[in-house]
């Protein structure tokens, strides 16, 4: 459990594809196996709550949308980029194997020589992971600003998983179960930058964070050797969803038990939450076992997809802009991975400074906004 005086979330911002591919074309593509298997159509987004995802151009690496994320994120929040002290790359796309993709962001947000830069990956906690490191780094005096961001490319897993499904002619019913995962990532990006308490204008401050390691169940979510992008791998995953499910909620019981006591916080006084986006059905278990009203979430998977590391931050700058949240509220954030791994950040909300890019027609239609929000948002 950790605590912080003077850490702040100063800015958030996002950016997102062009390029939308719903889950019935999916399932067009997969016609000779639901032929063969006599699958129902729509059944994947009955399954998942997940009626669309989004992808990158083929071949676009994930540091050019981190560096496009990091500088909404950075003009937003006005700050001199000679005070970032550390940028942090979480996601698990990454350009190449070596050097860090990191390296290339850092080159094209034109931070500092002294800026520490370096790739953090676990799964779908990474720019999460990276937040707390942040943090750590600023609540100790060791800088005083930092940025943490990442980029998801879900094309090249959905496409092989597709080609798999059709080509091997022994699936089954059952055993077609353990790729249905693969088929609802969506890409994203996102950018997080927080600051010395000293040196933000929104006030909106890191309180708490609980963390949890159930690695018992590392084996229930598998990727392939190495989904760097650059690398022309071609991934695939292999899910347990159903016992993942039952892990990681059975995990997160046990999270927030310490995040409530960390942030020294009953369950009545969280106002709103951001929950890693899986899919409606382990969205409702987890709040429902947290003791948390469905209507204090926001949702992206349904037109998002599963984003990964960065569908936390993702969904949190579009509440944000949808006004899901009011100055004085308290957010939990609420992040989970396979591993499994848990990790819960608690915040007083005043103010955040959020800026995007790219499409975003769908979600005002997902949640009607708050009245009179108390905070400031740049759109770019």
Not at 2 to 12: F, N
Not at 120 to 140: D, K
Not at 352 to 365: D, E, F, I, N, R
Request: aromatic content about 4%; some cysteine.
């Amino acid at each position: 459990m950790l605590q912080y005086q003077k850490v702040c979330l100063e800015a958030a911002s996002y950016t997102l594809p062009d390029e939308i591919v719903t889950s019935e074309e999916i399932e067009r593509r997969l016609e000779p196996l639901y032929r063969r298997l006599r699958l129902p159509e729509g059944r994947l987004e009955l399954m998942t709550g997940i009626r669309e995802r989004r992808f990158w151009e083929p071949g676009a690496l994930p540091s050019d949308a981190s560096i496009a994320s990091g500088e909404l994120a950075i003009a937003a929040s006005g700050i001199d980029r000679s005070q970032i002290g550390a940028l942090i790359h979480g996601s698990v796309c990454r350009d190449y194997l070596e050097p860090a993709t990191a390296c290339r962001v850092h080159h094209g947000l034109r931070l500092g020589h002294r800026c520490l830069v370096y790739d953090v990956s676990n799964a779908c906690l990474g720019l999460l992971n990276g937040i707390l490191q942040a943090a750590n780094m600023i609540e100790l005096g060791q800088v005083r600003a930092a940025i943490v961001v990442g980029t998801e490319s879900s094309r090249p897993l959905v496409e092989t998983t597709i080609e798999a499904l059709n080509r091997d002619a022994s699936l089954t019913r059952s055993s077609i179960k353990s790729a249905v995962a693969s088929l609802t990532i969506g890409s994203a990006s996102a950018a997080v930058l927080l600051v010395d308490r000293e040196l933000s204008r929104t006030g909106t401050r890191l309180v708490a964070a609980a963390a949890r390691a159930n690695t018992d169940f590392h084996q229930l979510c598998q990727g392939g050797r190495d989904e760097a992008v650059g690398s022309g791998m071609q991934p695939l995953m292999d899910t347990d969803a159903e016992q993942l499910l039952r892990e990681g909620i059975a995990t997160g019981v046990e999270t927030f038990r310490d995040f409530l006591d960390a942030a020294c916080w009953k369950v009545g006084d969280i106002a709103r939450t951001f929950c890693h986006q899986v899919g409606s059905v382990h969205r409702k278990l987890m709040l429902e076992s947290l003791d948390l009203p469905l209507e204090r979430d926001f949702v992206t998977f349904p037109w998002l997809g599963n984003t990964g590391s960065v569908a936390l931050p993702v969904t949190m700058a579009l509440g944000l802009q949808g006004r899901h949240v009011r100055a004085g509220d308290r957010v939990a954030l609420l992040g989970i991975g396979s591993g499994i791994n848990c990790l819960m950040l608690a915040v007083d909300w005043e103010t955040t400074l959020v800026a995007s890019h790219g499409p975003c027609p769908a979600w005002a239609s997902l949640h009607e906004p708050s009245a009179a929000p108390a905070l400031a948002v740049e759109s770019v």
